[in-house]
């Protein structure tokens, strides 16, 4: 069974700062099954990036992802205050999927 | 524009069935392109997969949850299913189905999601 751990657990921000959040799992993933979420409070996940580096429909292209391997990152290059919130990893593994326990984004 | 809505009950006793629908609009869940699952996220916990249907009627389950779930599909109402017995406090959530791209290049990403429904488990 793949796990998924998210660090830091929460990172603190001023707007115009830039946000790098780790992903790292507990084996070796496909890079196609790898995503980012974003969640604000008592709103349902928004799908970031798919595919770990693929942006998904309408999402501002200072968020990015990379990484390959156990190691994945998603950066946003320059926080807006909008984009505080809670973000997490995913993978589709052996007909399951797994999410990470969340990174929080808040404003310093 | 896809959109996917919860509905149900929002309050069960212990030991009952749990029963949701997710309704979809905007696309068809008569389509060999996605699967539709379920999430489950525990007031200020994470998110757990729960199960997904496909089109065809296959299930996959979260073999933690296996022994209580059965995921269901109508196609004329352009709608799936959740079940979850037994029910227990544990069970308390807010419930979302969302949209599984399963084609072509990069794939298994919930692609929509329904703004979710909490279930509350108490007697």
């Known amino acids: 069974e793949i796990v998924l751990s998210q660090s830091p657990g929460t990172l603190s921000l001023s707007p115009g700062e830039r946000a790098t959040l780790s992903c790292r799992a507990s084996?070796?993933?496909?890079?196609?099954?790898l995503a980012w979420y974003q969640q604000k409070p008592g709103q349902a996940p928004r799908l970031l990036i798919y595919g770990a580096s693929r942006r998904a429909t309408g999402i501002p292209d200072r968020f990015s992802g990379g990484g390959s391997g156990t190691d994945f990152t998603l950066t946003i290059s320059r926080l807006e205050p909008d984009d505080f919130a809670l973000f997490y990893c995913?993978?589709?593994?052996?007909?399951?999927?797994?999410f990470g326990p969340g990174t929080k984004v808040e404003i310093k | 524009q896809v959109q996917l809505q919860e509905s149900g009950p929002g309050l069960v006793k212990p030991s009952e069935t749990l029963s949701l629908t997710c309704t979809v609009s905007g696309g068809s869940v008569n389509s060999n392109t996605y699967y539709w699952s379920w999430i489950r996220q525990p007031p200020g916990k994470g998110l757990e997969w729960i199960g997904y249907i496909y089109y065809s009627g296959s299930t996959n389950y979260n073999p933690s949850l296996k022994s209580r779930v059965s995921i269901s599909v109508d196609t004329s109402k352009n709608q799936f299913s959740l079940k979850l017995n037994s029910v227990t406090a544990a069970d308390t959530a807010v419930y979302h189905c969302?949209?599984?791209?399963?084609?072509?290049?990069?794939?298994?990403?919930?692609?929509?999601w329904g703004q979710g429904t909490l279930v509350t488990v108490s007697s």
């Open positions: 084996q070796s993933l496909n890079n196609n099954y």
């Open positions: 995913q993978y589709y593994g052996v007909t399951r999927w797994t």
């Open positions: 969302a949209r599984v791209y399963a084609g072509d290049g990069p794939k298994y990403h919930f692609d929509y």
